[in-house]
């Protein structure tokens, strides 16, 4: 049975970092992401990485800030988030596909529960 699950995520001041991990098991996956959302927001694609993680995508407003990277011997995927803002506030979730498609196309066919990320201004 395959199974993402995400943990890390917290309450935070404005400024600090988190690191929220995915643990996936059940099956190994070529590219995995996360997304977000925000209260009364749609879900929103954060970043995503590839198998070898030579190759990494993310959205405009957590360049500089979040950092990708994957254990492929321990099948988990992990998002260091640096300078968080409140704007970062949303629960976050795991994806996870084996189906070829670009770094940016944002269709996954795993996901997790989800992560809460609160920060605090």
């Known amino acids: 049975q395959v199974q993402l699950v995400e943990s890390g995520g917290g309450l935070v001041q404005a400024g600090d970092s988190l690191r929220l991990s995915c643990a996936a098991s059940?099956?190994?996956?070529?590219?995995m992401g996360w997304f977000r959302q925000a209260p009364g927001k749609e879900r929103e694609f954060v970043a995503a990485?590839?198998?070898?993680?030579?190759?990494?995508y993310y959205i405009d407003s957590v360049k500089g800030r979040f950092t990708l990277s994957r254990d492929n011997a321990k099948n988990t995927l992990y998002l260091q988030m640096n300078s968080l803002k409140p704007e970062d506030t949303a629960v976050y979730y795991c994806?996870?596909?084996?189906?070829?498609?670009?770094?940016?196309?944002?269709?996954?066919?795993?996901w997790g529960q989800g992560t809460q990320v609160t920060v605090s201004s």
């Open positions: 059940g099956r190994t996956f070529s590219t």
């Open positions: 994806a996870a596909r084996n189906f070829l498609r670009h770094i940016t196309n944002p269709i996954y066919d795993n």
């Open positions: 990485i590839n198998w070898s993680g030579s190759t990494t």
